[in-house]
């Protein structure tokens, strides 16, 4: 496989779930193309159309109109659907639906089944991703005996099982404190950059949007804007600069625009945290 291919090409693609009058439509011809390697973050409001396109990218539904390739594959021919789920893509969800009675190793042995030969080489594999994500020492607990930030590392160990070209997260960090969303997304980029998957997350945080190199945003099921980030600062700035709250605190106090052209990132990230808390709904902030 050529490194130039991109992982995902998607085109036109619509999805619709119900008909006549009460028909949502999900996805709305949208279009876009993720290269491999790259880590991409995904926002926009609830109910734009997120979760619907990572379940398109994962073969997890089916269009309505429009082509989706990923690895190279189109996914209307694929063959064995169930193959390409279990090795090309990996998932993560925002509640890290891990089998309760089942010990983190094991968890992270059932994707393997069917796939790698013996159960000693599949506990070898199992041990080395928990490893991976820091959690070596944690391998005979269970899911209700790790933290909420534990227990998404050992779901992100899983969805890592097979290897896959892609991971697809939704909202990884959603149900979890903001250090340990921090740290989620940390990992998801150090696996990015030391495994080279390609990633896509769903976000609603601009802080964990930030860990990623491209940010991808949504509303009525299309892509609305497509930028990448090469600057932390320069995009906290940014983001701060379109917010709202930095739109009203700029028009209503001119000096302002010093500490943005200074780059006062200290005094940003004060009003950024001022900004966040008084964000009255979880709502992507950023938004204009
Ligand atoms: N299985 C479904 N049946 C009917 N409508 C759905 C279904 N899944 C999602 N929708 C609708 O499609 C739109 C997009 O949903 P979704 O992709 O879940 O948005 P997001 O993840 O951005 O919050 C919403 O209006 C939602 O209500
Ligand atoms: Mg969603």
Redesign the pocket.
Known sequence: MSNHQPIIRVEDLTKT??SGETA?R?LDELSVEVQTGEFVAVM??????????L?MLGALDQPTEGKVWVAGEDLSKLKNVDQFRAKTVGFVFQLHNLLPTMTAQENIEVPLQGQIGSRKERRERAAHLLELVGLGDRSHHLPGQLSGGQRQRVAIARSLANSPALVLA?EPSGALDSQSSEEIMALLAQLNESQGTSIVV?THDRRVAQATQRVLR?QD?KIVSDHRITDPIEEDLRMFAQSQFGQSLLANNPSLEKFIQERDIATLRHLLQAYDDQAASPEDAGSS
């Open positions: 779930y119900g949502v999900a926009g409001p609830s109910g734009c159309g997120k979760s619907t396109l379940n939704d769903v949504m099921g």
